[in-house]
Every structure is written in C-alpha cells, then in structure tokens.
C-alpha cells in the first residue's frame, strides 16, 4: 500500500536467507497436479505420495479418545515419556534380540526432527556427509541447510543400491568424511542392505572415524528378508526410526532415535531449545501404537500383495526394469525405453493415463532422468487399475 501510494519500488528488508535456498520436494508438485485434476472431475490413481492409505491403529485411537478426557496434556519430559522409551526398547529385544537401555532412546517429532538432532550434535558447519545416490531428497537439503556438505555417492545393482564400505572410503581418502546416512529399506528404490553389507559399512566407516547415521524408518516393512538393525552392530551408530510408516501414524508426527551414550545429553539440550517437547497426545498414541501389531502385520501383508501384483503385472505394462522390491512401499522402474526426462513423463502419465509417480530426480539429479518411483501403499484395487493404465498407455505410445 505504502509503496503503491509513494510510487517507490522498495526491496524487502527481509530475504531468504542463502542456506534457506534448499531446493523443492517434486513430488509435492505432483500431488498438487493430480489434485488439480481430481477436481476436474478426473479420477486419479495415487501411487506418488509415500504414506499409509490407512489411518492409525485402534490400539492408538483408543489410546488418545481415553486420554483427552483426563485433561493432562502438556510438556512432557524432553527426551520423551519414559514408558514410551522402555516401550521402544523392549521392542528391540522383541525384534532384534537386542538389549538396548531405554536410557539411550530419544523420542522425536517424526524422523525428520531425528536427522535435524543427529547432524547438529555430531556435525559442525563444514563438515563432509556421505548420502546414497539415488537416495531421499531431505538428506541432502537439511545437511546444506544446515551448513554441512552432503556428498552423493552413487550406487548400482552390484552394491544393491547401497554405499559399500569400499565405495565409502574412497571418498575419503579424497577428502575426509565426517559422517554417513545408511537406509535399508531405502526410499526410492525399496532395496535393502543385507546384515554383512550393513555390518562391513559401519566397521569400514568407524574405523575411519565416521559417524552412520542409520535410516530404519522402513523397518518392519521387509519382504525379501527380515532388515537388520544398526544397533546390533555398534553403539557409536546414531539410528532413527519413525512411527509414520510400519505404524501408519504420517500425521502425529512421531519418531524416535537410538544414540550413543556420549550424545545423550547434547541431544536432550537440543531438543530442550529447539522443542521443549514432542507432543504429548502423540507420544501416548505410539506407545499404545505397539499393541496393535495384528493388525500393523495385516497392513503389510497387503503391501506385499501390492507388490507382487506390480512386480508380476508391470513387465506385460511395459515397465521392464526395476530395482529388487525388496521392502518399503517403493518400486523403482526405469523408464529409459521410453524417455530421458523422468519429470516430463510422470507429468504425461498423470495427465494422459491418471496414474500419479515421482519422477526419479527428485531422488538422484542425474540418472534419476531414467527412473520413476511408484508407491505401493494404496489398495489392491489401485494396483490393477495402475497396472491396466500404464499398459494402454504404453502399448498407444506415450502422446
Ligand atoms: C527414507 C525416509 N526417511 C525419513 C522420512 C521422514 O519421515 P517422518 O518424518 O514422517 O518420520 C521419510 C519420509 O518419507 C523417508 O522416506
């Protein structure tokens, strides 16, 4: 107003900050594509967004509905309540066999918050942070953000999609690592690390004196064979795990950490400032989260339907290739038979054929020109209807 009414052109005092200028997540302009063609009237086949079609288990529900009627919801401790950090450790000794202290657990707002925790206690600005190419996107944007360098390595079938102990060190030896993100299973590619390669990573990696950070967000969503925690190989290891995907629970925010003895106190510092607290109503959803777990199992079980009938049904679509669906709710097609321009043909395979993917460079910039990353986290019914569209569509020849 002022301006209009002075005539003068000012720039605002405020710009964006230059480490603010981390770039967009594409998939996020894909979903508000096919929403503008769901309004249209257009039905759309969701297989972009990488999240439950499910809300959260009963157990949680019931949990959070007996909970608001006794009043008390605020701060709670900042390194989470302690019955749900005992909780989260005896689920390693449920899963893994292993003994872990509650002591060592940090309950955080989602795995994002985690990597956010992780970096500014074990990194300084400037240092060197190995990521898997192709890999998730925030890896690399929360590292720059935060002063760090991200150092893609790229991987190949040989190495299963995975940063090697051998891959890792050369890196170094060009110029020093100060840490590196494991993921298995890894988002976009659903590949995972079998418990040797995990195991010779983190013994290579700390030998050098690296810190891994270990993505096991997807833990619990395993097909191929059962994932293998970080935390059995090595206390110095920083793992992260989520309720958002095995637990269903996206929206509440809600994750956790295993960290060694020596960042406990930096982490609850931290998290002191930057949080206070993670929020109450969610952490009581995800203790309760844990009784649930038939119905959490029934919940995989369909997306390991989903993925067979991607895995048996894309070949005849014409998708060919793809890298081993071996968890996650991510297969990895290449679509270099038919294009170079990943962002240009998801955007014609939603608009043509109603189905919505990820374009392969938002994980990995270059070769992800050749690949597109399609969610199997919807129903059954989806994955036909999918699987009949990308095949009249391929077969007439992309328009
Ligand atoms: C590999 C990976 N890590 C971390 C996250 C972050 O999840 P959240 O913050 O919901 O726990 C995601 C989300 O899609 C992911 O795919």
Request: hydrophobic share 45%.
């Amino acid at each position: 107003m002022l301006e209009k009414a002075t005539g003068l052109l000012r720039q605002s005092l405020v710009q964006p900050s230059g480490r603010s200028g981390v770039p967009p997540f594409m998939v996020m302009d894909v979903m508000a594509a096919a929403a503008r063609l769901e309004a249209q009237g257009r039905r759309i086949v969701h297989m972009e967004v990488g999240q439950p079609a499910v809300g959260a288990p009963s157990s949680a529900i019931a949990a959070v509905r007996a909970a608001l009627g006794n009043g008390a919801h605020g701060y709670t401790e900042t390194l989470g309540i302690a019955s749900l950090r005992r909780r989260i450790a005896r689920a390693y000794a449920q899963w893994h066999g292993l003994d872990i202290e509650p002591e060592r657990i940090v309950v955080t707002t989602g795995s994002s918050a985690g990597f956010m925790l992780a970096f500014l206690a074990a990194f300084a600005a400037g240092d060197r942070v190995a990521v898997a190419l192709p890999g998730y996107p925030p890896y690399r944007h929360i590292l720059s953000a935060l002063g760090c360098e991200a150092v893609a390595i790229d991987t190949n079938a040989d190495s299963r999609w995975s940063i090697t102990g051998e891959s890792l060190l050369a890196q170094h030896r060009i110029k020093p690592l100060k840490g590196v993100i494991a993921a298995s299973p890894a988002n976009p590619t659903g590949t995972m690390m079998t418990g040797d390669a995990l195991r010779d990573l983190i013994r290579c990696a700390e030998d050098a004196g690296i810190v891994v950070i270990s993505d096991e967000i997807y833990h619990g969503l395993d097909y191929a064979f059962t994932a293998e925690s970080a935390a059995r190989f090595s206390q110095e290891t920083i793992v992260i795990n989520s309720f958002s995907k095995y637990f269903c629970m996206t929206g509440w925010r809600i994750g956790w950490m295993v960290v060694p003895p020596a960042l406990v106190r930096a982490i609850e510092r931290l998290q002191q400032n930057l949080a206070i607290s993670v929020p109450t109503l969610s952490q009581i959803a995800a203790e309760a989260a844990f009784d649930s777990r038939d119905e959490l199992e029934a919940i995989k079980r369909g997306y390991e339907d989903n993925r067979r009938i991607l895995v048996e049904g894309l070949p005849g679509a014409g998708l060919t290739s793809f890298l081993p669906a071996d968890g996650a709710f991510y297969l990895y097609a290449d679509i270099s038979r038919f294009s170079n321009d990943s962002h240009a043909f998801a955007k014609r395979m939603l608009e043509e054929a109603g189905v919505a993917t990820t374009p392969g460079v938002d994980f990995d910039p270059i070769h992800g020109r050749q690949f597109l990353r399609l969610c199997y986290a919807g129903s059954r019914a989806d994955m036909h209807e999918a699987v009949a569209r990308i095949g009249a569509w391929l077969k007439d020849g992309p328009r």
